[in-house]
């Protein structure tokens, strides 16, 4: 079992921008894949980006490709997501979520991901 704890969580305006992190304990964090989603209110939970276990491949969801960045530090058991030029439309709780795999696929879907964080709350003003 590994735990996931969220930070970095804000408010900022429109154009700016914010870096959440992950911390994972309990397990040997490279086995996980790492996965970043969000959830609006109203809304279901959405996939943001993945990481694979060694970081060398990244994926998005299309409408943050070219501006919100994944990457993942082994020897320090974090993740993290850069988060450049928010736009309103980005306002959501943001979770990072954990998945036990050896298999060198994308996951996109929320039930696919075994362990999840608490959240933390991105809201961006216009």
């Known amino acids: 079992q590994v735990q996931l704890v969220e930070s970095g969580g804000g408010l900022v305006q429109a154009g700016g921008s914010l870096t959440l992190s992950c911390t994972a304990s309990?397990?040997?964090?490279?086995?996980?894949?790492m996965g970043w989603f969000r959830q609006a209110p109203g809304k279901e939970r959405e996939f943001v980006a993945a990481?694979?276990?060694?970081?060398?491949?990244?994926y998005y969801t299309d409408s943050v490709k070219g501006r919100f960045t994944i990457s993942r530090d082994n020897a320090e058991n974090t993740v993290s997501l850069q988060m450049n030029s928010l736009k309103p439309e980005d306002t959501a709780v943001y979770y990072c979520?954990?998945?036990?795999?050896?298999?060198?696929?994308?996951?996109?879907?929320?039930?696919?991901?075994?362990?999840w964080g608490q959240g933390t709350q991105v809201t961006v003003s216009s």
């Open positions: 979520a954990a998945k036990l795999t050896a298999r060198l696929v994308l996951f996109t879907r929320a039930n696919e991901y075994d362990y």
């Open positions: 309990g397990r040997t964090f490279s086995n996980y894949y």
């Open positions: 990481i694979s276990r060694s970081g060398s491949n990244t």
